[in-house]
């Protein structure tokens, strides 16, 4: 699957596609030369809901102007995505993207314009289990 967001609405949707994808803390990289910010997770398919699968995938964000993160733990540390949230940005120009994880730490990117891509780059893989969200 690859999915092009190139605005709020879009992030909705690649967002509901992401929530619950888990990843290292050291699996993500800002190339500032390029403007852009990318990291490599395991995606849990919500597209299947009567198949409990993941899927490795990548997500590359352009026209990155800034990174910050928040409570960010040690590189061996795996970190569960909860969503991918955007807002306009402070100074009004662009946009800020902030992506939340259980327990705390966050990314919070500036950007110049929403250009967001996720790829599947595996073969899907059955999950042990499905995030369960009653609480």
Excluded: Y
């Excluded at 800034?66 to 040690?74: N, T």
């Excluded at 800020?96 to 790829?119: H, I, K, N």
């Amino acid at each position: 699957m690859q999915l092009w967001a190139q605005d709020a609405e879009d992030l909705q949707v690649l967002s509901a596609l992401l929530q619950d994808a888990v990843l290292r803390s050291a699996d993500l990289g800002f190339d500032r030369a390029r403007r852009r910010f990318a990291l490599v997770l395991n995606r849990f398919c919500w597209e299947q809901p009567n198949q409990p699968m993941r899927v490795r995938a990548a997500v590359r964000i352009d026209h990155v102007l800034k990174v910050e993160r928040a409570a960010w733990p040690q590189p061996d540390a795996v970190l569960d995505l909860l969503a991918v949230q955007c807002a306009t940005a402070d100074d009004g120009l662009g946009a800020c993207l902030t992506l939340p994880f259980a327990g705390g730490p966050a990314l919070r990117l500036q950007v110049e314009a929403v250009d967001v891509l996720l790829e599947d780059i595996g073969a899907a893989w059955p999950a042990r289990m499905t995030p369960d969200h009653a609480d």
